[in-house]
């Protein structure tokens, strides 16, 4: 059972540059969302989903899009990267809204 | 957006037991409580939740007070393993069920 799995583990890009981040999960879970980690620092929400088709904003959605065509993918798209971009990825489900949250590895982005 | 407070840091001692505070004082009926670790270089891991009840697990105990605007986790006989920062946050069930981290609790385990 692969649990979430996010590629790519390591991303160097230039500004202005624009890239995705891939989470599939194979647990047929409901809910998914994309977390940011800048050093030292908690967790920030991204963009989280319900279900396929449904897409919501979290803390810090600006310069991220997301989109959930399927229940098992729910990929994270940078559009013109930015240092301030700089972080580490993490994207999370769980079965429903309310149980055990799941986590990828993370993925670690820099922006030159 | 429902706010968690815990101390920045403690200490304890390796084999005894560690009583992690957290207080939510705007919590609202459907919110649950979850409890996430983090060791370093690695992702957030789940730890335990509950709802009004206190829960046991492998891993933990969560006692939740009456008035649920606080919560304490318990972990029974701290090792060295158990070093890590600790999240107390909310999963807002109204709001799609969307967990917004706080700064944690680090936890330090003396030998």
């Known amino acids: 059972n692969a649990g979430v799995t996010q590629t790519p583990k390591f991303q160097v890009l230039k500004t202005g540059q624009s890239m995705t981040l891939q989470c599939a999960q194979d647990m047929n879970h409901e809910y998914m969302s994309w977390y940011r980690q800048d050093p030292g620092m908690g967790l920030r929400l991204i963009h989280y989903s319900v279900g396929a088709g449904i897409t919501d904003q979290g803390e810090v959605p600006n310069g991220y899009n997301v989109s959930r065509s399927t229940t098992e993918d729910f990929p994270l798209r940078l559009l013109s990267a930015a240092p301030s971009q700089t972080s580490v990825y993490f994207c999370?489900?769980?079965?429903?809204?309310?149980?055990?949250?799941?986590f990828g590895e993370g993925s670690r982005l820099t922006v030159l | 957006d429902a706010k968690t407070t815990q101390p920045n840091s403690m200490e304890s001692n390796e084999e005894e037991p560690v009583h992690l505070p957290c207080n939510h004082s705007t919590i609202s009926g459907t919110d649950y409580i979850h409890w996430y670790r983090q060791l370093p270089s690695q992702g957030p891991e789940y730890v335990i939740h509950g709802l009004t009840s206190n829960v046991n697990n492998r891993m933990a105990s969560l006692a939740i007070a009456e008035d649920r605007k606080s919560s304490t986790l318990i972990l029974h006989r701290a090792t060295l393993r158990d070093a890590a920062v600790y999240y107390c946050?909310?999963?807002?069930?109204?709001?799609?069920?969307?967990?917004?981290f706080g700064q944690g609790t680090e936890l330090s385990v003396k030998p």
């Open positions: 999370a489900s769980s079965p429903q809204s309310i149980g055990e949250l799941f």
């Open positions: 946050i909310l999963r807002v069930t109204n709001q799609g069920g969307k967990l917004i």
